[in-house]
């Protein structure tokens, strides 16, 4: 199986920041990586597919690159609504794999 | 607009079994895969299978591949997950999510609101 590793697991942030999370895969999945927003007591969101296009409706400042390995979601500038915990998956091969998350908290 | 609908929490003992569905609506439920992801307390989300809705196929994650059913009913647009053998470690929040193909990339672009399943003696 395909391991995908986070990185940080949780970050403090203030409104308006610049955050970027990593994801790492164990090995290339060249761009088969999507990222996902959870809400507490909520199902995950689409974000990012295919590690740089942005699902319809999500706002412009998240934003997702990288390839073969290693992979970035940046969010440009913080908002409120965008505390949360932020997931990365895998789809390059079955049984398709998720990072741990990365917890993103008000500073 | 699409949603997809799960059943309510389980409790179950060690040993039973649980079957949860997952009604799909505002979409053509033939169109498009549905896949099972369980999200267990403290840990990553872990994907558990998938239903190939209109080709009736399936295929699951060796990690669940003697434990697990996925099956569906096109009459009713209900997708179903049976886990057998439950034992506590079982306990989690089980998500059905349609699975889309887009541009070559696939990813669940709607969710299921979560079915917990508590298992417990």
């Known amino acids: 199986d395909i391991q995908m590793t986070q990185s940080p697991s949780s970050l403090s942030a203030s409104v308006g920041d610049r955050v970027t999370i990593t994801c790492r895969a164990s090995?290339?999945?060249?761009?088969?990586l999507n990222w996902y927003q959870q809400k507490p007591g909520k199902a995950p969101d689409v974000l990012i597919y295919?590690?740089?296009s942005l699902q319809s409706g999500v706002p412009s400042r998240f934003s997702g690159s990288g390839s073969g390995t290693d992979f970035t979601l940046t969010i440009s500038s913080l908002q409120p609504e965008d505390f949360a915990t932020y997931f990365c998956q895998q789809s390059y091969s079955p049984p398709w794999t998720f990072g741990q998350g990365t917890k993103v908290e008000i500073k | 607009q699409v949603q997809l609908v799960q059943s309510g929490a389980e409790v179950k003992k060690p040993g039973a079994s649980v079957k949860v569905s997952c009604k799909a609506s505002?979409?053509?439920?033939?169109?498009?895969?549905i896949h099972w992801v369980r999200q267990a307390p403290g840990q990553r989300l872990e994907w558990m299978g998938w239903?190939?809705?209109?080709?009736?196929?399936?295929k699951y994650s060796q990690e669940f591949q003697d434990r697990v059913t996925i099956t569906r009913d096109t009459s009713a647009s209900t997708a179903y997950m049976e886990l057998s053998s439950l034992r506590s470690e079982d306990t989690a929040l089980y998500y059905c999510?349609?699975?889309?193909?887009?541009?070559?990339?696939?990813?669940?672009?709607?969710w299921g609101q979560g079915t917990l399943v508590l298992v417990s003696s």
């Open positions: 239903s190939n809705v209109g080709k009736g196929n399936t």
């Open positions: 295919g590690a740089s």
């Open positions: 505002g979409y053509t439920f033939t169109n498009y895969v």
């Open positions: 999510a349609r699975g889309v193909d887009y541009g070559g990339f696939s990813y669940f672009d709607y």
């Open positions: 090995q290339t999945i060249s761009s088969y």
